[in-house]
């Protein structure tokens, strides 16, 4: 069964840095599709990052340039670094493994096509920015 615990979520002021990570249980990192997905209180989930099984990544045009996805596969840890924070990237974080590749094209997907492709989610870490 597969187990994705994602942690590093806090209050930070806008500018700050913040990273959150996803641990996979059950799942080896670099075999399909994973993301980080976020939800702002009171919205539907969106996909803002998106890592490929070869470790190519894909980011959605907000976060291009204060924001880098990385992986550790032999500690099977996904990592999101969150940098310049904004208080619209308050919300809750998610990680999710998915498809063998990655959606392609922008990243307008609605949320209930998101959680059918990608079949395995972590609950989630909450980041808060103020400021």
């Known amino acids: 069964q597969v187990q994705l615990a994602e942690s590093g979520g806090g209050s930070v002021q806008a500018g700050g840095s913040l990273s959150v990570s996803c641990v996979a249980s059950g799942y080896t990192l670099g075999t399909s599709c994973m993301g980080w997905f976020h939800q702002p209180p009171g919205k539907e989930r969106e996909a803002i990052v998106f890592i490929e099984a070869d470790g190519a990544a894909r980011y959605t045009k907000s976060l291009l340039g204060r924001t880098t996805i990385s992986r550790d596969i032999a500690k099977n840890t996904l990592t999101l670094q969150m940098n310049s924070l904004k208080p619209e990237d308050t919300g809750v974080y998610y990680c999710?493994?998915?498809?063998?590749?990655?959606?392609?094209?922008?990243?307008?997907?609605?949320?209930?096509?998101?959680?059918?492709?990608?079949?395995?989610w972590g609950r989630g870490t909450q980041v808060i920015v103020s400021g």
């Open positions: 999710a493994a998915g498809p063998k590749s990655c959606p392609p094209g922008t990243f307008s997907y609605p949320e209930w096509w998101l959680l059918r492709i990608f079949d395995s």
